[in-house]
């Protein structure tokens, strides 16, 4: 499988963007999707994830009301909808995906979890 992440940018603090999360190779649809984010000088961390039927997602505190996880699996892409965004949200955003189904709170992934990565797209949130 391969990602592709895509949609970051310069935006201002209360704006908004949308990511997306290209993807090929074995089915997509069979795996949870997820973003992680690194701030600079900061570990990776866990965003929001969706199961694969898209029946099932979970999200970080910090984004939960402001950020949105999709997929179309019919496209094989994933998407976050970043809304109302802060400067902390300033960061490389990775899509990963897993193998499986999750629900809920099983839906936190770690990254030591995830099978495939795509290289990072940065959002920087300007004040």
């Known amino acids: 499988v391969q990602l592709q992440a895509s949609g970051g940018g310069l935006v201002q603090a209360g704006g908004s963007l949308r990511l997306s999360c290209a993807t090929s190779?074995?089915?997509?649809?069979?795996?949870?999707m997820t973003w992680f984010r690194q701030a600079p000088g900061k570990e990776r961390e866990f965003v929001a994830a969706?199961?694969?039927?898209?029946?099932?997602?979970y999200y970080a505190d910090s984004v939960k009301g402001r950020f949105t996880i999709s997929r179309d699996n019919a496209k094989n892409t994933v998407y976050l909808q970043m809304n109302s965004l802060k400067p902390e949200d300033t960061a490389v955003y990775y899509c990963?995906?897993?193998?499986?189904?999750?629900?809920?709170?099983?839906?936190?992934?770690?990254?030591?979890?995830?099978?495939?990565w795509g290289k990072g797209t940065q959002v920087t949130v300007s004040s």
């Open positions: 969706s199961s694969w039927s898209a029946d099932s997602t």
């Open positions: 990963a995906a897993r193998a499986g189904y999750c629900s809920g709170s099983g839906c936190y992934s770690y990254e030591r979890d995830m099978n495939y």
């Open positions: 190779g074995r089915t997509f649809s069979t795996h949870i």
